[in-house]
């Protein structure tokens, strides 16, 4: 069964500073892999997604995320966070575009301070 | 880029009331959509898949007759929560994606919070 483990329930950072957020999975096949950001009360927005190719993927809003197949994760990074990049992280597998649904992990929660 | 729509965003009813909720995938057309249901601070939990012009594959533990799917055209699928209860309580999300191309991704919903009094 697949599965995904974001182990920090809750994480914080200083603005300006950088920023790893965890993931690991596990998957039967290749998979194919999202962050999502999802701002209290509303719908989940697409950060960056790995299918194939370089390791190493650009997002949206300066974030970043290297596949490692031999450790099974798919780490988020950002260089400098701004306060607006406070909100809900999930990371999710599947096995691409709309042919299955996805599994989440349980998110991290990013606090921002001053 | 691809826009799902989810109607209504918001509801509040009283127990034993059936709610319908609507997800539009607004310029493509998708084969297959998904319904997620999310508790207060947890994860997303895939509910079931809706497949258009047939019926819908549940996830276990899900109640089938609770809630009802419908995937009638290739840009619409609907959710009915049937007789809900307090513990229907939640947010639920739908999405759709390329199913012709699984090199895109799927597109969320913005959400219906769900509160029944």
């Known amino acids: 069964a697949q599965s995904v483990t974001q182990p920090d329930i809750h994480i914080t950072v200083s603005e300006g500073a950088s920023l790893e957020l965890r993931c690991n999975y596990s998957?039967?096949?290749?998979?194919?892999l999202f962050w999502y950001v999802q701002s209290p009360g509303q719908g989940l927005q697409l950060l960056l997604k790995y299918f194939s190719g370089d390791t190493l993927v650009q997002g949206i809003k300066g974030f970043e995320a290297e596949f490692k197949r031999s450790q099974s994760s798919f780490n988020l990074r950002k260089p400098s966070v701004h306060w607006s990049d406070a909100a809900e992280y999930f990371c999710?597998?599947?096995?691409?575009?709309?042919?299955?649904?996805?599994?989440f992990g349980k998110g991290t929660h990013l606090i921002i301070q001053p | 880029g691809a826009v799902v729509s989810q109607h209504p965003s918001r509801v509040i009813c009283k127990s034993g009331t059936s709610v319908k909720i609507e997800c539009r995938s607004l310029d493509f057309q998708a084969t297959t959509m998904f319904w997620y249901r999310q508790f207060p601070k947890q994860s997303l939990m895939l509910m079931a898949t809706?497949?258009?012009?047939?019926?819908?594959?549940?996830e276990q533990g899900v109640e089938k007759d609770k809630f009802l799917i419908n995937h009638a055209s290739l840009t619409l699928s609907t959710l009915t929560v049937t007789s809900a209860h307090p513990e229907d309580s939640s947010f639920y999300i739908c999405?759709?994606?390329?199913?012709?191309?699984?090199?895109?991704?799927?597109?969320f919903g913005d959400g219906t919070r769900l509160s029944i009094l």
């Open positions: 998957y039967g096949a290749t998979p194919y």
């Open positions: 809706s497949n258009e012009g047939s019926k819908a594959t549940y």
């Open positions: 999710a597998v599947g096995s691409g575009g709309g042919a299955d649904g996805l599994t």
């Open positions: 999405s759709a994606g390329g199913d012709q191309d699984r090199n895109q991704p799927q597109h």
